[in-house]
């Protein structure tokens, strides 16, 4: 049974940084593209960032780049998403998800199996 769980997540004033995890289990990670989204109440879920399955690149999104990054541990079957130089517009329920193959998707349906979600709050 393939399982997400993500952590991390909490609240932080602006300016400063979290880094959430997502761990996961019944696969291996390093096969599957890893997506990171964002969700706030009333708006459909965004994606934040992505990885391939290769070391190109990640993507992100205009609004968080410079300041996000995307980070696999292999050996821990893990993937990180620091997050930098936060604003409240970056508040939200941040899941990962994950697809198999080689490239990253940009649309929810993408992805095959996602996590339950961690909070973030930024505020003062």
């Known amino acids: 049974q393939v399982q997400l769980v993500e952590s991390g997540g909490g609240l932080v004033q602006p300016g400063g940084s979290l880094r959430l995890s997502c761990v996961a289990s019944?696969?291996?990670?390093?096969?599957?593209?890893v997506g990171w989204w964002r969700q706030v109440p009333g708006k459909e879920r965004e994606i934040v960032g992505a990885v391939k399955r290769r070391p190109d690149p990640p993507y992100f999104i205009d609004s968080v780049k410079g300041r996000f990054a995307i980070v696999r541990d292999n050996a821990k079957n893990m993937v990180y998403l620091q997050m930098n130089d936060l604003n409240p517009e970056d508040s939200g329920v941040y899941y990962c998800?994950?697809?198999?193959?080689?490239?990253?998707?940009?649309?929810?349906?993408?992805?095959?199996?996602w996590g339950q979600g961690t909070q973030v709050s930024v505020s003062s």
């Open positions: 998800a994950v697809r198999r193959g080689i490239g990253y998707s940009v649309i929810p349906q993408g992805y095959e199996c």
């Open positions: 019944g696969i291996t990670l390093d096969y599957y593209a």
